[in-house]
C-alpha cells in the first residue's frame, strides 16, 4: 500500500488560511496525489489533486514539493464548513484508494 | 444523475442474520469501489470491480463476504452470518477509472449495528 503520513489533528481560526500536510516519501513516479475530506456522517468527499505541478480549485490549492515527497493542502480562509477529517492519498490506477488516518481539522470561530 | 446511492442507509440486525446492501453508482462510471469504516478509522478497503468484473479483495474481506455487479451499474454488498465486528459504515465510491487522475465520488454510506 501506498502510505502518507498525516499529523493526528490541527486548529485554525476562521477565516485564516490552513496548511495541511502530508508526507508521502514512497511515491512513485505514476502516482497521484489526492486529496479527500469527510465531515461527521458524511462519506469523503473529493478535494484537489495533482501530480507534479501545484494545482488551484474552488475549494483548495495544492502545493507539492519538487521531489514530490510532500505535499500540502491550503485552504485559503477557512470557514466551519471546513471542520473535517482531511485524507491525503496516493492512487495510481489499477490500485485502489488507500485512506490513512488523516488529520481532523478544527476550524475556532 | 445525483451522485453514488446508497441503499438502506441505516441497518440493526442481530448477529448470524444475513445482510445486503446495494450500491448505484454514477451512470457512466466503470470502478466501483466498496470501503468499511469504523469510529475514529480511515475508510478501509474492501473490493473493487471494473466494470462487471471483481478486479481485487482486501484479506479484510472474509468468506462471509460477497459483492456483485452483475450488469457493471448497481453493485449489492452481502454479509453472512454477521458478527459484532461487522458493526461499521460501509461506504461504495465510484469513479470513471480510465486514469489516475480522475476522482472518486462516495456515496453517504450504510450504517450496519450488530446486536
Known amino acids: 500500500d501506498a502510505k502518507t503520513t498525516q499529523p493526528n489533528s490541527m486548529e485554525s481560526n476562521e477565516e485564516e488560511p490552513v496548511h495541511l500536510p502530508c508526507n508521502h516519501s514512497?511515491?512513485?513516479?505514476?502516482?497521484?496525489i489526492h486529496w479527500y475530506r469527510q465531515l461527521p456522517s458524511q462519506g469523503p468527499e473529493y478535494v484537489i489533486h495533482g501530480l507534479t505541478s501545484n494545482v488551484n480549485n474552488r475549494m483548495a490549492s495544492l502545493a507539492i514539493a519538487e521531489d514530490r515527497k510532500s505535499s500540502t493542502l491550503i485552504l485559503h480562509r477557512a470557514t466551519l464548513r471546513d471542520a473535517a477529517v482531511y485524507y491525503c492519498i496516493l492512487y495510481f490506477i489499477g490500485n485502489q484508494f488507500y485512506f490513512g488516518t488523516g488529520t481532523s481539522l478544527t476550524v475556532i470561530p | 444523475d445525483t451522485g453514488v446511492s446508497q441503499d438502506p442507509r441505516h441497518k440493526i440486525t442481530k448477529r448470524g442474520q444475513n445482510v445486503t446492501f446495494r450500491c448505484d453508482p454514477i451512470s457512466e462510471h466503470n470502478r466501483l469501489y466498496w470501503y468499511r469504516q469504523t469510529l475514529g478509522q480511515g475508510p478501509e478497503f474492501l473490493t473493487y470491480?471494473?466494470?462487471?468484473?471483481?478486479?481485487?479483495k482486501s484479506r479484510l474481506l472474509s468468506d462471509r463476504f460477497s459483492a456483485e455487479r452483475p450488469k457493471g451499474s448497481f453493485s449489492t454488498l452481502e454479509i453472512q452470518r454477521t458478527e459484532q465486528g461487522d458493526s461499521a459504515m460501509y461506504l461504495c465510491?465510484?469513479?470513471?477509472?480510465?486514469?489516475?487522475?480522475?476522482?472518486?465520488?462516495f456515496g453517504q454510506g450504510t450504517r450496519l449495528t450488530v446486536v
Open positions: 465510491a465510484s469513479s470513471l477509472g480510465l486514469v489516475a487522475s480522475t476522482e472518486a465520488f
Open positions: 470491480f471494473q466494470n462487471e468484473a471483481q478486479l481485487e
Open positions: 514512497t511515491i512513485s513516479g505514476t502516482d497521484y
